[in-house]
Nanobody, 122 residues
């Protein structure tokens, strides 16, 4: 079992930056690829970014490419999402998730955090 806890969300203005963290406990997350997803009110959960177990491969949704950066520190069992140039349309609850596979669809991920709210005002 892996327990994931996100932090770092908040209320910011358009153009600002935030860094989300996802702290893992239980089994070491170095065995898992990690992803960030987000869900806005009334919308389905959407893929944001993923990183391979060793950090050598990353993948981003087109909507965040060039603005967001996913990284991981396996020694700290933590995954990060650096979000720059935030836009109002980035407003959502952000979730981190772990998978033994690799992909962008939520059903590939076995473990989920509780989410952290990010609100971007215009």
């Amino acid at each position: 079992q892996v327990q994931l806890v996100e932090s770092g969300g908040g209320l910011v203005q358009a153009g600002d930056s935030l860094r989300l963290s996802c702290a893992a406990s239980g089994r070491t997350v170095s065995n898992y690829a990690m992803g960030w997803f987000r869900q806005a009110p009334g919308k389905e959960r959407a893929f944001v970014a993923a990183i391979s177990w060793a950090g050598g491969s990353t993948y981003y949704a087109d909507s965040v490419k060039g603005r967001f950066t996913i990284s991981r520190d396996n020694a700290k069992n933590t995954v990060y999402l650096q979000m720059n140039s935030l836009k109002p349309e980035d407003t959502a609850v952000y979730y981190c998730a772990a998978t033994e596979l690799w992909g962008t669809t939520p059903n590939l991920y076995d473990y989920w955090g509780q989410g952290t709210q990010v609100t971007v005002s215009s």
